[in-house]
């Protein structure tokens, strides 16, 4: 039996504004989470991650990161994850403030 | 204050002329991130969190109204408002955009700034005791050395790839304000038999393997400070671990050596380079000192200071806690406190380093220091001009009375912005000061340091905090651990850790039977935190953090 895999997203900073970016279906990027491609296959994950960071004009720091299907969207696992989806906690800054 | 030179101007200038053509590449497609990514860091730019991070450098934490009103001036232009002032005297902008970094550049070299030597593995910005130049218990200003310490090292060849970061600090007191025993190399004023020099500490650091420094030199005269410094670097330069980069620091090269192995090689160099210093190096100090020249102190009446601190109970507050003894007895040391209980420790809005600067340029001969507490000091007010000051900073929520309390917390940007972090500080800061301004308690409490941070590096110098709280991430839960007993001056020691962290909810209220148990226990109210611990040790103190296994104990 394969290995469980659990889902997951590509996600990056932008090279020009410094923000948090989502890789979507289509392998362009979005700012939000829920236009974000959810990965369930490792394979498809490798694949996705080569290319992905192959967009050098764009992105920077790809990586995988982990994510929650819920009936109502997507949810970050790790609390990181859930920083950068937001923002800071101190100021209504960053995703947050729109 | 030191004043740029024609070269110091046109290195800058080239400088930012590279970085600029460096940043267009990079957008053109022409430079990718690997090969962009160190040049960018060579000039203080990093990818943070939620966006790139600047971090400019204010050499041994001085700055003139000027260029504060600048800093403000690029808060308000290309940032959100606001900067952040950080444990080694550097100010970082949280939001800046790749486009404008370059701009932002000039716009510091405007005002003889730049970002450079705050990121590397090279000689990072020498920071200083804040008081330097008006502290009452200084021998001497250490902040001409510091500068031409960095003259010196700015781009010097040898020392551009060395093993990891190099960090050097500088106090001219016996009272260490500067924390010279957490850095590479600590260098120390002093006097023997008539003549100053300097007592070099070498091999402290905090981070994931904290030490305190070790003695290299009790007494090294001040002209021989540039070749025993570069003897030193470039033993440790040789020697330092290459192959392991948690390995690499000098701290770790001394702890595997030895200090007397250490010493004999740093000796053995010294005596080979100190020809090769041909004097052009004390022409230099001789240029840069007079620029550290006291400012002209007025004479005038402090009657109105002391009428204010009889009548003024706030006012006498915020002296007693805030203003510290000048050189000059009519003047006081006046810090200013970027701690308002609930605030971002650190953090300044334009407005207020717009005010900042206009009080320094008004009442305080022009002059401005950041500390590494993280607060602001205007080091040279007459004692007259005091409670204008304090008027003034009052309508900027800057008046807060708490320096050396335990709201006057240092804490690092943690995961709320840092890439590197593995919990959050600022919320727990925040949470911490205000719940002891709730209780009320903080000025009973007395002199208390606790320090934050978000992740082992230790940015936030939990390890010399007479508590200090690390921020870890365990299992994808936040938790915190508590040292204490740690102390960042001349009696520096590491803090021991409890026991098991803390979640953020079972935090405060650990904290809070952990100040109970404290003054519960203190001889008298004069007896500090840090005095009570030394006297007690920490069992009574982890009886409190952990009371449910005190009664395990206690029924076994």
Known sequence: MARSFSPKIVTANALIEGDVIYLSADDTWTRDLQFADVITDEADADVRLISAASQTSVAVGVYLADIEIHPDGLKTKHFREEFRKLGPSNYFHGKQAG | ?556
């Open chain 2, 1 to 556: 204050m030191y004043k740029y030179n024609d070269f110091d101007a046109a290195f800058v200038a080239e400088r930012n002329k590279q970085f600029r053509a460096q940043v267009e590449r990079r957008i053109s497609g022409a430079l990718s991130e690997d090969e962009f990514k160190p040049l960018r860091l060579m000039n203080g730019l990093y990818l943070q969190l939620h966006a790139y991070m600047l971090r400019v450098a204010v050499p041994y934490g001085t700055l003139n109204s000027g260029q504060m009103h600048q800093l403000a001036n690029i808060a308000q232009r290309w940032d959100k408002g606001y900067g952040h002032f950080t444990t080694r005297q550097n100010i970082q902008f949280n939001w800046p955009q790749l486009p404008d970094v370059p701009d932002i550049l000039d716009a510091l070299a405007e005002v003889e700034m730049h970002a450079i030597k705050t990121s590397g593995n090279t000689v990072r910005n020498v920071t200083a005791d804040h008081l330097s130049g008006a502290a009452a218990d200084e021998l001497e200003d250490p902040r001409p050395y510091a500068e031409l310490i960095r003259q010196w090292s700015t781009d010097h060849p040898e020392f551009q790839f060395l093993p990891r970061k190099f960090k050097i600090a500088v106090s001219g007191s016996a009272h260490d304000r500067a924390v010279i025993r957490a850095h590479d190399i600590g260098l120390r004023l002093v006097e023997k038999n008539g003549d100053t020099g300097f007592e070099v500490i070498v091999g402290g650091g905090l981070g994931r393997t904290p030490m305190i420094g070790k003695i290299l030199r009790a007494f090294l005269p001040k002209a021989d400070l540039l070749p025993y410094i570069e003897a030193t670097i470039s033993v440790w330069n040789l020697l330092g671990r290459r192959d392991n980069k948690y390995k690499s620091r000098i701290k770790i090269t001394v702890h595997e050596h030895g200090i007397d192995e250490i010493s004999k090689l740093v000796e053995s160099r010294f005596k080979e380079l100190r020809p090769s210093f041909n004097g052009a190096d004390q022409s230099l100090f001789d240029h840069i000192k007079p620029a550290f020249a006291a400012p002209a102190y007025k004479q005038h009446s402090t009657e109105l200071f002391e009428q204010n601190y009889s009548n003024d109970p706030v006012f006498r507050a915020w002296v007693d806690t805030n203003v510290t003894a000048h050189q000059n007895a009519e003047y006081g040391i006046a810090t200013i406190s970027l701690k308002a209980h609930g605030q971002t420790p650190g953090d300044a809005s334009a407005e207020q380093m717009h005010l900042i600067a206009d009080l320094a340029k008004r009442y305080g001969h022009d002059e401005i220091r950041i500390s590494h507490e993280q607060n602001i000091v205007l080091p040279h007010v007459h004692k007259s001009d005091l409670p204008a000051v304090h008027a003034s900073l009052k309508t900027a929520q800057l008046a807060t009375a708490n320096i050396g309390l335990i709201s006057d917390i240092i804490a690092c940007p943690g995961m709320d912005y840092c890439a590197l972090a593995t919990a959050r500080s600022i919320p727990i800061a925040q949470q911490i000061a205000t719940r002891f301004d709730e209780l009320k308690l903080e000025h009973d409490i007395g002199e208390l340091k606790l320090k934050i941070s978000g992740c082992i590096n230790a940015c936030g110098h939990h390890h010399v905090g007479h508590i200090g709280i690390l921020g870890l991430d365990r299992a994808g839960v936040e938790n915190y651990q508590i040292t204490l007993g740690g102390d960042a001056t001349e009696t520096a020691a590491i803090g021991q850790r409890t026991g098991p962290g803390f979640s953020a909810d079972d935090l405060l209220p650990a904290l809070e039977r952990l100040i109970a148990a404290y003054l519960d226990l203190r001889s008298e109210p004069k007896e500090t935190f840090l005095q009570t611990y030394r006297r007690l040790g920490a069992t009574p103190f982890k009886a409190a953090l952990y009371p449910e296994r005190a009664v395990r104990a206690n029924a076994a």
